[in-house]
């Protein structure tokens, strides 16, 4: 809708000057989602999108080894943010599908998958498609 603040993929769009004015033209599947306050955990995710806040990384190994900030991975473990998760993607019958998760799982996902972006407190979240959600963990 005209006014909505949206979120979009770091190198998607085109840039038009039209009447002086610079615009970017995004596809909807640029968008990553909407914006409804100024942190991202206010972000309602569009379509096949969730948005995930993820695990603390492990400050040691099983074997009680201290790990520095290089050595520590990035984690694959989230959960779905409360009233994060998309309307899900339409079908060819155009009927919308539901998403294959909900808000409150705890999800094991694809290391590479999403676009990062950190929240206000420091928290780390990670917004993907559900396609890049490996399992459901219970």
Known sequence: MIGDTVVYLKYAGTEVLFDG??????????????????DIKDLKPINERVLIKVAEAEEKTTGG???TDTAKEKPVIGTVWIVAAGSGVYGEDGERKPLSVEVGNTVLYSKYAGNDFKGKDGSDYVVLRTPDVLAILS
Do not use: A, F, M
Request: charged letters at 30%; hydrophobic letters at 50%.
């Open 21 to 38: 004015v610079d615009h970017l033209l995004l596809k909807e599947d640029d968008i990553v989602g909407l914006l409804s306050g100024e």
């Open 65 to 67: 080894i201290l790990l």
